[in-house]
């Protein structure tokens, strides 16, 4: 048997993102599916909901995602949002420093695994959602997804009704951030166009191994 | 009310949770305060078993307006015997515990228990210099207030309540300047309109919890703290 590959380790309620240390290589799998192989892996660093145990050095997801971002944009002022599966957090930077913060700790309808589970429901691409529907209010998620099936109910596509749904969810983002001119975007969001153009401001994707960066500069740093 | 006390009745907090009568959330709605749901399930299980003579429910700007709706709602449908009170008192007993450099959960059960019982003979208060704050209500989950360092100082309600001022809103609304500060709230709470604007106000961090701490809870007030005095906890 091979010995255990050390990893950094972003591991959220969703997805488990994953830096190899031996090889530089990056790999993205089921967090379900991670943590039934976690004897194959030397956790040094990680992150994230779903491993509270046996995982190296913890580091919170805030401060990983500020470390991360600050390696990833040159701006000296900027602001960047993560939407996980299960919740979405902030930092704003100023000065290269954390000015402030915050994190949706309660209401997952923020989050990436409702759009997921939707997306997956409604069997719709979310390349083929029109641009132009007008905003579902998300007050929570399930208020939301009541008041996308009306509008469906009403006569509207699926489709136009899924992108209204959108359009509420990165509406409360934009409200959770302080609606900046420029938005910074990490998370498994950051790969679905329909969410990403939902914004009404300059929104651009990093990807989604933010956090892993964070970990990487924090590992190499010793700072942990 | 001396009378049933000197008789040998009992006096029960019931914001508090009483052994052996776990919370029944049949009561009220499901988004609700879960400190007033558990006053409610306490009423009906302390009145199940035939002990309950009476309930004083604090109903004026001492409380909250969720107590004042049920404590009408119980008046007139049920047979529970209802002793509404107003608290007005404005002559200040001071807030020693709030300045203390006791741990947080410590200085909490002081307040809490400081309703009913004096405080412990030989307790000595140093007051420090504040490190941090926690501004709001005693919390449902006392388990939140680990997450803090010993020189946080208590803020809101809770002050109101250690001073005896419990409808002292200048007082509620008092934080110190400069100070990271954690604004506190139970979900669906009025007051949450009080700990949401005052964190913008000071640049705090608003937190909103129902019944226990969430992990991203916990997270999000470490990650607050770390930012703001680099402080990883009590490891």
């Known amino acids: 048997m091979s010995a255990p590959s050390p990893i950094l380790l972003d591991c959220g309620t969703g997805y488990a993102k994953i830096f190899n240390l031996e090889d530089s290589t990056r790999a993205i799998v089921p967090a379900r599916r991670f943590i039934k192989k976690l004897s194959e892996y030397d956790i040094k660093a990680s992150t994230g909901h779903n491993l509270s145990s046996g995982a190296g050095v913890r580091v919170n997801e805030l401060v990983a995602l500020a470390e991360g971002s600050l390696s990833m944009v040159d701006e000296p002022d900027f602001t960047v949002l993560d939407c996980g599966a299960r919740d979405v957090k902030y930092v704003q930077i100023r000065n290269r420093r954390v000015a402030g913060m915050d994190w949706n700790t309660e209401c997952g309808a923020f989050a990436g695994q409702v759009v997921e589970l939707l997306t997956r429901y409604l069997d719709i691409e979310p390349e083929n959602l029109p641009s132009d529907a007008p905003r579902i209010p998300v007050v929570c998620g399930v208020l939301g997804m009541t008041s996308m099936f009306d509008m469906i109910s009403k006569g509207k596509s699926h489709e136009e009704a899924l992108a209204g749904f959108l359009r509420g969810v990165a509406f409360n983002c934009e409200t959770l951030v302080g609606r900046p001119d420029r938005l910074y975007l990490s998370g498994g969001l950051c790969d679905n166009k329909a969410f990403v153009s939902a914004f009404t401001r300059e929104t651009i994707p990093l990807g989604r191994f933010v956090l892993i960066e964070g970990l990487r500069k924090i590992y190499s740093e010793k700072i942990i | ?235």
């Open chain 2, 1 to 235: 009310m001396q009378e049933r006390v000197e008789n040998g009745a009992l006096i029960f907090d019931l914001d508090e949770p009483l052994a052996g009568r776990p919370v029944k959330d049949i009561y009220l709605p499901n988004a609700y305060c879960s400190i007033l749901k558990r006053v409610v399930s306490n009423i009906f299980s302390l009145r199940e078993d035939g002990g309950l003579d009476l309930v004083i429910a604090t109903v004026g700007k001492c409380k909250c307006d969720g107590m004042r709706n049920i404590a009408s709602w119980l008046e007139r449908t049920t047979d529970i015997p209802i002793l509404k009170v107003e608290n007005d008192n404005a002559k200040g007993a001071g807030f020693p515990i709030s300045r203390s450099g006791l741990p947080l959960l410590k200085k909490m059960e002081l307040i809490v228990n400081s309703v009913f019982a004096p405080l412990p003979d030989g307790l000595t208060l140093e007051e420090c210099a504040p490190k941090c704050g926690f501004w709001g209500v005693p919390p449902y989950d006392f388990g939140i207030l680990e997450l803090f360092p010993d020189e946080t100082h208590i803020f809101g309600w809770t002050r109101c309540m250690e001073n005896k001022t419990p409808a002292d809103i200048e007082m509620e609304c008092e934080v110190a300047s400069g100070v990271p500060t954690v604004f506190f709230t139970q979900s669906f709470c009025q007051k949450s309109a009080f700990a949401y604007n005052l964190a913008r106000e000071h640049g705090g961090l608003y937190v909103e919890v129902d019944k226990m701490m969430s992990h991203s809870t916990r997270a999000k007030i470490e990650a607050f703290l770390e930012f703001n005095l680099g402080w990883r906890g009590k490891r």
